[in-house]
């Protein structure tokens, strides 16, 4: 899958110049992704081989938000309130209605935007100098790689190739122009 617009400079440097609020912001987000692999794994019970995926997922992703917690803690800063994210938002509204559409929109989506984070991570990995924040980073963007693929496995389980392959194209060209009217911030989305 190949994202149809790449992140501007401009997040990037919000990013790097407020390192600070992105770590906080990085936490509330894997938080909030292991709690989407855990609404997908409650909605389709019925479904092993999603629910098996989903566990091993939202556990990684606690894993993840631990590792962030420790790296907040070692700069002396503190959890706050989740915000609002606007590009999240935006995409949940991309959903179609009806039980079919609706599980494929999911997972396409939730394989967007995990390569959306495997490019953003590999970008703040690239930027950050040589340590164990970039090793960190390093080791997330591999992570979110193999997050995109795995939805984009499951979505095999709803529908054909070529109807993934045709909403996929949609659905990325959305992503774009969605992404790219978000304002530069020192968060991940």
Known sequence: ???????????????????????????????????????????????????????????????????????IYDRSLQLGADRKDNYINELRGLYRQGKEHYVVDRLLLAAIIEARGHERFGMIAEALPEGKMKQFYQAITRSEGKHFELFLDLATDFADQNTLDERLEELLQQEAEIMLKQPPVAALH
């Open 1 to 71: 899958m190949k994202l149809k617009a790449t992140s501007p400079q401009a997040w990037l440097d919000a990013v790097m110049s407020d390192f600070d609020a992105f770590l906080l912001d990085h936490a509330s987000c894997e938080k909030k992704a292991s709690g989407m692999a855990m609404s997908i794994l409650s909605h389709y019970p019925d479904k092993p081989r999603l629910v098996r995926a989903m566990t091993d997922l939202a556990l990684e992703e606690m894993n993840h938000f631990r590792q962030v917690t420790h790296l």
